[in-house]
């Protein structure tokens, strides 16, 4: 009885030491498992989304080409790739990602039907700056938010609208980046 | 082509035919690509949605004329539901005239709001017609669900409304 006893602890005790080193390395794993360079990982962005699960933008690669990849963490805390950005254009080394969630519902009679707004986001990343990534408002369309980070060669371009998306997918960031002279393919 | 995504929405005496909706890869990319119709052939890995909802709930208490509000007695339930769901298609493909494979790898983001009214929503006729005749009229005119499909209609969420049974369930 005894010896069945430890023998129980043991394998619990094992169990939940398994289960912490898993959930510890889970976003590695799953980036690993999906094909993605698993020791070239940056956390870009976080968050909560729209149902309440935890969720991270990732920069990583897969061979020689940079990726920007949706993490998201299931019920079990484990993280799994949620899905992928792509490149902005064929051939450029401008990669981009999208996310939303809620940003609010109104209404002031009861009798109207409430209007919802959303946070509309894209993400780019590119690592050919060849000098200080220089964007101002005036290049972008009214209602956009943005958000620049840049470490050398390597930047990323954050855009927020809370109005239609359709403002976001008509910027084209690859372009004025080059018109500019920030980037060079 | 490709739906994006459907919706259809479901009360007790049936479906509620102004909350079907169908949205087409057409209709969500179409203004910023050319060269795409109706009929083009398009591939689409991964699309993905959220939502939010909101119910309004209608309590209709009825008493008879020559009767105080002591006597009134909660006779109709009907709700509505307003829902807005976004989606997002990372990247797709689609067959160009030339029958060759384009890659789109922008981000395309849209939304549309589904209005769910069922019939004898709010009605005051109907609160009447219950109260006089409860077991045969129906004291209920709620969105009992709310169902969202994607491409070749696989079920990509169902929204539950809150369905009141008295006032003090709406919090």
């Known amino acids: ?185 | 082509m490709l739906a994006v995504f459907e919706s259809a929405a479901w009360s007790g005496i049936g479906s509620i035919p102004g909350a079907s909706l169908f949205v087409s890869v057409y209709d969500a990319v179409s203004s910023g690509i050319s060269g795409i119709s109706r009929t083009t052939e398009v591939n689409v890995p991964h699309i993905t949605y959220s939502w939010s909802q909101a119910t309004t709930a209608s309590f209709a208490y009825v008493r008879k004329e020559n009767e105080s509000d002591d006597y009134q007695w909660l006779s109709y339930i009907s709700t509505k539901v307003v829902a807005a769901v976004g989606y997002q298609i990372p990247s797709f493909e689609y067959e160009n005239t030339d029958g060759q494979w384009v890659v789109v790898p922008t981000v395309t983001q849209g939304s549309r709001t589904i209005y769910a009214t069922p019939s004898g929503y709010d009605s005051i006729y109907s609160a009447v017609m219950a109260y006089r005749d409860p077991y045969s009229y129906p004291s209920r005119a709620t969105v009992d669900y709310i169902d969202i499909s994607g491409p070749e209609n696989k079920e990509v969420e169902t929204i539950w409304p809150v369905s009141p049974q008295f006032p003090a369930h709406i919090y």
């Open chain 1, 1 to 185: 009885m005894k010896r069945a006893c430890i023998v129980s602890l043991i394998v619990i005790a094992i169990a939940a030491v398994a289960y912490l080193a898993f959930s510890f390395n889970s976003l590695r794993i799953a980036v690993k498992s999906a094909d993605y360079d698993p020791n070239d990982i940056a956390v870009l962005e976080r968050g909560f989304n729209d149902n309440g699960k935890e969720f991270r933008i990732i920069k990583t690669r897969k061979g020689d080409n940079l990726a920007l990849v949706y993490m998201e963490k299931n019920n079990m805390g484990f993280w799994t790739v949620s899905y992928t950005g792509g490149n902005t254009s064929p051939g450029t080394r401008l990669v981009s990602i999208g996310w939303f969630k809620n940003a609010g519902i109104r209404r002031y009679e009861v009798s109207e039907n409430p209007s919802f707004s959303s946070e509309w986001h894209i993400l780019y990343y590119g690592n050919n700056a060849i000098k200080p990534i220089d964007i101002t408002p005036e290049q972008l369309p009214r209602g956009i938010a943005f958000n620049i980070q840049q470490a050398g060669s390597d930047f990323s371009i954050h855009l927020i609208s809370y109005e239609t998306p359709d403002i976001l997918n008509q910027i084209d960031i690859h372009s004025l980046l080059i018109d500019t002279n920030c980037i060079k393919e």
